[in-house]
């Protein structure tokens, strides 16, 4: 069966530090792969989506960026966190056409 | 943009009464519809599905409603059970990869 796994579950890092959030999924090849944000009244914001290796789309210009290194590995990173980052991120897979079905997230607060 | 509207931020219905949840959206290349529950600091898991070639889909006391129309869906449970507390979220897409969330309802249960 597939499974997705995130984390951390929860992160606090102080304004201008780095962040690097992983999600790996397993039991399936060549998903599509997302990073999605839930903020008070903004519901789940798609950040990024990819649909192979290498290839990232961006939803929303910020200050993060994804990196799809291997097939089943996404990573959501920073240079500099800004207070505004803080929420709960979202990794997610799908294979086309199907549902969507998500990790656990992680708790990212910025102080 | 906000795509996809959920109108309601929060919604409180008797036990074994009909919860009714309901989502707009604007983009009407949108085929394919979904509907998601979230428990607070877990992913949010898949429901129920519907495409534009139906107006309706039922799965036990779930049942998606679809208004190609007016751009509209709706979430009826039927009857309502405690355990159905959680934030629903609506999804659409267009294409099987990209998926955009509305900004989610809380359903409260009351015993």
């Known amino acids: 069966s597939q499974t997705i796994h995130q984390w951390p579950a929860t992160l606090v890092q102080p304004v201008g530090s780095p962040l690097s959030l992983e999600c790996t999924v397993e039991g399936t090849s060549n998903p599509n792969l997302y990073w999605y944000r839930q903020a008070a009244g903004r519901g789940l914001q798609l950040l990024f989506y990819?649909?192979?290796?290498?290839?990232i789309s961006s939803e929303v210009p910020q200050n993060l960026s994804a990196s799809r290194p291997q097939d089943r590995q996404f990573i959501l990173s920073s240079k500099k966190l800004l207070l505004s980052d803080s929420g709960f991120y979202l990794c997610?897979?799908?294979?086309?056409?199907?549902?969507?079905?998500f990790g656990q997230g992680t708790r990212l607060t910025v102080v | 943009d906000q795509q996809v509207k959920q109108n309601s931020p929060s919604l409180s219905v008797q036990e074994g009464r009909i919860s009714i949840l309901n989502c707009d959206y604007t983009n009407s290349m949108f085929d394919y519809f979904l509907w998601y529950k979230k428990y607070p600091a877990e992913g949010p898991t898949f429901l129920i599905s519907?495409?534009?070639?139906?107006d309706k889909n039922e799965d036990g006391r779930f049942t998606v409603f679809l208004n190609k129309s007016a751009k509209h869906l709706s979430l009826h449970i039927v009857p309502s059970q405690p355990g159905d507390s959680a934030v629903y979220f609506c999804a659409a897409s267009s294409d099987g990869n990209q998926f955009y969330f509305g900004t989610g309802t809380s359903l409260t249960v009351i015993p």
């Open positions: 990819s649909v192979g290796i290498g290839q």
């Open positions: 997610a897979w799908t294979r086309e056409g199907t549902e969507a079905f």
């Open positions: 519907i495409s534009s070639i139906k």
